[in-house]
């Protein structure tokens, strides 16, 4: 039975989840006012001095409410302790829940053992590159640095392989993380990040080693120029931050049970369709069913 449809009238947790609904809010009202700001300044020239006062301005505004993020997330925290101290089951339940829906989010700081992966650049290129026309040279040069799509391709190798909380270079990875290049950096939570790039990720640290290091993977296909450019090492304890950013959600809704189990169904039945294409499957359910 759910703890919010208990029958029980007395409810000493009300309190504390009122109270972090509230600072939510507030999480949610600043990420929404720096959005309002970015389209208020609506860049539309070109000009460097332009450019460089609307960088600075943002990078202000940012990291001002980077600060005041922090903090409403530390009294967050304080609210949580006090709802672990009450001795009511229904607010241990309501906290641990919680606790669960922020480390999977990645609004709260994660601890555990896991792997460190670090992507650089190649030292060096082929001298003849060096003597190329300039076009021609950019393409070459290209799989001697490391680029956003190396990023991403060790991500989803880590949580293909059941990590639980990924980092890159201090900037937790969340379902709102965009990673994406812009010129010589990458921008990640939209804060740009130069290499060398060193991805942290809590999980089992074996299952991830193997799955990186695995033939034709990611280890084969980011350091195919140079080996150096692709390092990974297993580590007993990782600390990730928690995300420093704010989480708006302006557009989803929680969808009716109808409709929420009408979507189970159908994405359910397309992955029996997509199985069936994939080589040995349907030998083994027809084998399974036979069994039967």
Known sequence: MSVFSSPVRYRPWLSQVTILATILGALLALSLKTQDKLRELQIGGTRPGLLAGAYAELRGTSEDQRRQIAELRKQLGKYRDAAINDDSKAARMVNEELNKANLALGLQAATGPGIVVVLRDAKSVPPEIKKMPAEAQIELIKPYNIHDADVLTVINELRQAGAEAVAVNDQRVTPWTAIRCVGPTVLINNVPVAPPFEIKAVGNKDTMMSALLINGGARDTISEKDPQMFSVDKSDSLTLPAFAGA???????????????????????????????????????NQKEKGK
């Open 247 to 285: 989480a708006p959600i302006r557009y989803s809704r929680s969808a009716p049970e109808g409709k929420a189990d009408a979507a189970l169904n159908s994405s359910e039945a397309q992955g029996k369709e997509g199985s069936k294409t994939l080589p040995g499957v349907a030998e083994a359910q």
